[in-house]
């Protein structure tokens, strides 16, 4: 939407002396007065979206899990310096392919819904009809908190994702900009006023940068911006015809089984960082609530189907599972431990974990893996909705002890 209105506004712009040709042929003088105010007021608005400036960054570390975290960040930054976010598309990592791709953000998220927070534009709309004119090639400008690498830049394009994500827009730097000691949390510290200070719009119309203006895992105060981070339509009826043509008519457990190679080596680091990940969403951002455990980070099949059970027994009219993992789903195992409660169990086949994730944000009950960001993302979506969900082997307390070690599940 806010794109749409820029792409008309230039284009008054450049038809302005049309449009005070046009006047002269109006022979009632109100008329004339109302369609010049009018057009006045839409070229003063325009150059107030204009004089707010923008937000370009790279979401450049990790999967969607992590991006997700990031955005949350960046569009709380954005809205702490009033500049418009950018919406990068999300980096992918598809098998075969030597770099990453680069996905459209509305590919997957309603736009539209964004803009009730704060002003955003799609970065393909931006670099089309935008980024020539406030952003002009000689004056693009990288920024980062320290130089990197062995150069004494930001060396914004060296590496996968970040050549291929900015060669994606045909965008290259001419210089870098190190912004340090400043930092993205906008909610402290007067942050928001020290960037606008430091870096004015009048000078500094666009602020690019390297990764993403934003802390993992994301920071507390911007869980709740999940709200607004929703599912576009195509990707919200995928999820509705799965729930109602695959699965049984009743209520469903959804399930998040993260369980591939790379995430037991990550869980083999638990006793050197007990704050691993995204465990700040179960255990608090202190350790308030505990510290990591193996269970919680690889629960094993014991643990699985005794905690489902013990919160199904809890549950009415739950008749299927939802499965979503990165690996094994466990429907053999899952299938014979309830198939005396006749409880059937699912997976999608579309190879897609923002399906998965739509569904799992519709399930009657979420369990998820407390250190994993996707699990993170669906229990966000979940809490800004105040439906209930759950983290294996948590808290540890009632755990301890009781699950063998992950690798007799190996």
Not at 143 to 160: I, L, M, P, Q, V
Not at 266 to 292: D, I, R, W
Request: charged residues 20%.
């Amino acid at each position: 939407m806010h794109s749409r209105i820029l792409i008309v506004f230039s284009y008054i712009i450049n038809f302005k002396r049309m449009t005070q040709s046009f006047i002269s042929y109006f022979k009632n003088k109100s008329a004339k007065i109302l369609l010049f105010l009018s057009v006045n007021i839409i070229l003063q608005n325009f150059g107030n979206a204009s004089e707010k400036g923008y937000i370009a960054y790279c979401p450049c570390m990790g999967r969607f899990g992590n991006q997700a975290d990031h955005f949350l960040g960046a569009l709380a930054f954005a809205k702490g310096l009033n500049r418009t976010l950018v919406l990068p598309p999300w980096v992918e990592y598809r098998f075969g392919e030597p770099k990453s791709i680069q996905v459209p953000f509305n590919t997957y998220f309603s736009v539209d819904t964004l803009m009730k927070y704060h002003d955003v534009i799609t970065m393909e709309e931006f670099m089309a009809n935008i980024a020539n004119d406030v952003w002009p090639v000689e004056k693009r400008i990288s920024f980062c908190y320290t130089s990197r690498g062995d150069t004494s830049s930001c060396n914004a394009k060296e590496g996968n994702p970040f050549g291929p994500f900015w060669d994606t827009f045909k965008i290259d730097f001419v210089d870098s900009e190190f912004y340090g000691p400043l930092n993205y949390d906008v909610h402290h510290h007067d942050m928001g006023k020290k960037w606008n200070e430091k870096y004015p719009v009048a000078k500094w119309p666009v602020l690019a940068f390297t990764g993403a203006p934003g802390s993992f895992p994301v920071q507390k105060e911007n869980r709740e911006l999940q709200k607004y981070l929703v599912w576009n339509e195509n990707i919200k009826s995928k999820a509705d015809r799965f729930i109602r043509n695959i699965l049984p008519v009743g209520g469903f457990v959804g399930i998040h089984l993260r369980n591939g190679i790379d995430w037991v080596r990550a869980c083999e680091h638990v006793g050197h960082s007990p704050n691993l990940f995204a465990a700040p969403q179960c255990l608090g951002y202190l350790n308030e609530y505990g510290k990591t455990t193996q269970e919680m980070c690889f629960p094993d099949k014991t643990i699985i189907i005794k905690q489902m059970k013990r919160i199904i027994n809890h549950l009415k009219d739950i008749t299927s599972i939802f499965v979503a993992s990165d690996n094994n789903y466990m429907i053999k195992e899952l299938s014979e431990a309830f198939k005396r409660m006749e409880i059937t169990v699912h997976r999608s086949e579309d190879n897609s974990p923002h399906l998965d994730l739509a569904i799992l944000g519709q399930a009657n009950y979420f369990i998820g893996n407390c250190i994993s960001s996707f699990s993170a993302f669906a229990k966000r979506s979940r809490d800004v909705r105040g439906l209930p969900s759950a983290f294996w082997a948590f808290p540890p307390s009632k755990f301890s002890g009781s699950a063998k070690s992950h690798h007799d599940e190996l």
